[in-house]
């Protein structure tokens, strides 16, 4: 079966992190976020992967290429962000048979992909404590009869997982009308397959669709918690690794050091002398954390540096990002209630009483500056010595 996967959103909801690199492509572990819908593609046997492209599509493109793991990769370019049914209708001179489709952006239980794909029509669906928010699919006897987008009375707790198996039909039925958003939206599509179609509903155990700035922190968390140690880096003897640590081929962790996993260092990464680095954390490729740093539960993102005496904690930074010596994170409200952050000009709960910072590409503090929690630091911005910094800017 061919799996097109869509990745031409901009992800507007995850500035500055999408400033350069389209959301599918930001740091989960070790591959890019969309890095995992495709290999739960081609472990579910998927025989093409026809990627959706649009907004900084180059990046994608550089990173699958016309291959990836023995699986022929095309790309379909949609020009304008016009809805995930639009997204699909431009890969349809691709396709030529029955096809998955799945969001590059969301990160799917595997075991639930291969069920899928064995199951066409099928539809991935996850059970939710608050269906109303959700597109909620209603079953008889075992099939999928409807699905209703943020129902006042859902019929069931079953949320649609955007993960679809597609008779080869389903291709003449991808133009459809702007659905009251304004968008072509693939559940339209659906809606139709579900009308002429004896279509499955697949449970899926696990399911987390990255939007915001917290998600992709837990889209670390999650698949963090899946590393086995290994130690291919140089690590000082006076180094204390315990759990799950990887350290990899050309990365360093130097004398002092303690970390406990599950922790990622990625390859020419340093750290240390004397850093403290605990689960969840990703040290993205050329990061530094310097002397006496203590780094928790957060994203690195690659050639990122946090110089001695700082302290980050439930934050995610972005590419190049240094923060200047005795930079303190503060993760938790003196009130203990959720940590809210700004998502397109509105303040929202992130759900979490512990969250940091979000940095852009480039931005740097300096020395002693404080920050507070739920801030965002805009792409190449800058604070001053001492400065607290208590606004978004
Ligand atoms: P969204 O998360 O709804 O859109 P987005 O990724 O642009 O993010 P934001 O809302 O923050 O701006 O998209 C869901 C999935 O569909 C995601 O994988 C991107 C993809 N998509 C397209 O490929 N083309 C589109 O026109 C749209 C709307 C989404």
């Known amino acids: 079966m061919q799996a097109v996967v869509l990745a031409a959103g901009e992800g507007t909801r995850i500035r500055p992190l999408s400033a350069t690199l389209p959301k599918p492509m930001l740091p989960v572990a070790d591959r890019p976020l969309a890095a995992h819908t495709v290999d739960a593609a081609v472990d579910a046997g998927a025989d093409e992967i026809v990627l959706v492209v649009g907004y900084e599509a180059e990046t994608v493109r550089d990173y699958f290429g016309d291959e990836y793991r023995g699986v022929p990769v095309s790309y379909a370019v949609q020009t304008e962000q016009a809805g995930t049914a ?10 030529d048979g029955p096809f998955a489709v799945l969001n590059g ?12 794909f064995a199951n066409c029509p099928a539809v991935g669906a996850v059970e939710v404590a608050e269906p109303r928010n959700y ?9 999928v009869d409807d699905i209703t987008e943020k129902p006042s009375e859902p019929p069931t707790n079953l949320a649609n997982a955007g993960a679809y198996a597609f008779p080869e039909r389903a291709r003449e039925w991808l133009e459809v009308p702007e659905s009251e958003r304004g968008e072509h939206e693939i559940t339209d599509v659906l809606a139709t397959v579900l009308d002429r179609f004896a279509v499955t509903p697949i449970a899926l155990d696990r399911w987390l669709d990255v939007g915001r700035p917290w998600e992709l922190l837990a889209a670390n968390e999650w698949k963090l918690a899946d590393l086995d140690r290994r130690i291919d880096g140089r690590v000082s003897d006076d180094a204390h690794l315990e759990g799950d640590v990887v350290v990899e081929e050309g990365a360093t962790v130097k004398p002092g050091t303690v970390i406990e996993g599950p922790v990622l260092i990625r390859s020419g990464a340093t750290v240390g002398p004397n850093a ?11 990061a530094s954390v310097g002397n006496a740093v203590e780094i928790e539960n957060s994203v690195l993102s690659r050639d990122t540096s946090v110089s001695h005496l700082s302290y980050v904690g439930d934050s995610v930074l972005g590419r190049d990002v240094n923060f200047g010596a005795g930079t303190t994170v503060a993760n938790r409200r003196h009130d203990g209630a959720i940590v809210e952050l700004t998502v397109k000009g509105e303040r929202v709960p992130t759900g979490r009483r512990e969250f940091g910072v979000v940095a852009g590409d480039g931005a740097k503090t300096g020395i002693n500056s404080s920050l507070t929690p739920g801030l965002k630091l805009a792409t190449g911005a800058t604070t001053r010595p001492g400065e607290v910094v208590e606004r978004d800017g």
Request: no cysteine.
């Open 276 to 286: 403290y680095v605990r689960g969840a954390t990703l040290i993205g490729e050329g």
């Open 105 to 116: 952006d969301n990160l799917y239980d595997p075991a639930a992909i291969d069920r899928l």
């Open 135 to 143: 597109g909620v699919l209603s079953t008889e006897d075992g099939v």
């Open 86 to 95: 639009h997204a699909v209708a431009a890969a349809k001179d691709r396709i």
